[in-house]
Each structure stands twice: as C-alpha cells, then as structure tokens.
C-alpha cells in the first residue's frame, strides 16, 4: 500500500475557494481520486486523474468548479475547488490504485482504490 498525506481544507463560506493536495509515495504511475463523504451519507467520487498521462475525469456535480491537477512532483496532485455550495461539504478523502481496465469509465469504483488518506475536513456555509 501507498503512504498518502492529505493537506488543504477548511471553512469557506457559500461561493468561496478551497484549495486540497496528496502526496503519494512511491515512484509509480497511479491513479489518485478525491472522494467525499458528506455527513450521513455515502463516500462519492470527485475528481480523478491517472498520473502516466494526466487524463482526468470528474462528478457531474462539480464540473466547471473543481480542478484536479498534478504536480512536478511525482504523484503529488491538488484538487482547486471553486464556486463551493453547502452541498461541497464533507470529509475530502485523497486515493489511490494501481490503473485498472476501463478505468475512465469506472474511475469513482471505491474497491479499485487500495490506499486511503486520513481525510481532511471541508465546510460550505451558507
């Protein structure tokens, strides 16, 4: 399993800006996916970007807001969250696995993740 620290997160108020980063260790090619798991509900997936070659997908909900990213550094990526509603809070959890097949279109699959942050909360007030 991959080592994986979380840092960003707080409180924003309604149109605000919030700005998550994860550092994996290792030195492979990964796929890393922000979840969230707002209060009383399910763990949902975000963003997610494989870092052999930057491909990126995204939740319908958060389109046009959220921008996953990587940086120079290897498997260091950041999640800019932009235009965050009351409906953006939760605890941001930072993931990561080894690429499966057709990942894109099953890119939030919870069980394909075999590393976990310890999750960093975000809340959205009105």
């Known amino acids: 399993q991959l080592q994986l620290v979380e840092s960003g997160g707080g409180s924003v108020q309604t149109g605000g800006s919030l700005s998550l980063s994860c550092v994996a260790s290792g030195d492979s090619d990964i796929i890393m996916t922000w979840f969230r798991q707002p209060p009383g509900k399910e763990r949902e997936g975000v963003a997610s970007i494989y870092t052999g070659d930057g491909i990126r997908r995204y939740a319908d909900s958060v389109k046009g807001r959220f921008t996953i990213s990587q940086a120079n550094v290897k498997n260091t990526v950041y999640l800019q969250m932009n235009s965050l509603t009351p409906g953006d809070s939760g605890i941001y959890y930072c993931?990561?696995?080894?690429?499966?097949?057709?990942?894109?279109?099953?890119?939030?699959?919870?069980?394909?993740?075999?590393?976990w942050g310890q999750g960093t909360q975000v809340t959205v007030s009105p």
């Open positions: 993931a990561a696995g080894s690429r499966w097949p057709r990942w894109v279109a099953r890119w939030s699959d919870v069980g394909r993740h075999t590393s």
